[in-house]
């Protein structure tokens, strides 16, 4: 059983900073890629940022602002999110692709998700 379960998540004014935390639990043998997604009410899910290995990846939207960082070690994905926006509202989403105990190959797994809200 793997279980990601994200914290940090709240009400913040516009400009403020919130930082998300993912945390990875269960049989897993190592983590490849992990990454935030988000989802305003009405929109698709989107890619926030992704890091694997060394090399991270931001939407244009979120570019300069926010910054994605890992500690492997405790199989933990952050999001440091700056100068937020009203438009940065929504559900943010850990995803991880990850070898699971037994596994064969990569497997992608989703937190519940933690609401993030910016008020203007």
């Known amino acids: 059983q793997v279980q990601l379960v994200e914290s940090g998540g709240g009400l913040v004014q516009a400009g403020g900073s919130l930082r998300l935390s993912c945390a990875a639990s269960g049989s897993i043998v190592s983590i490849n890629t992990m990454g935030w997604y988000r989802q305003a009410p009405g929109n698709e899910r989107e890619l926030v940022a992704t890091?694997?290995?060394?090399?991270?990846n931001y939407a244009d939207s979120v570019k300069g602002r926010f910054t994605i960082s890992r500690d492997n070690a405790k199989n933990t994905v952050y999001l440091q999110m700056n100068s937020l926006k009203p438009e940065d509202t929504g559900v943010y989403y850990c995803n991880a692709w990850l070898l699971r105990l037994g596994g064969r190959t990569l497997q992608n797994y989703w937190g519940q998700g933690t609401q993030v809200t910016v008020s203007s």
């Open positions: 890091i694997s290995g060394g090399s991270t």
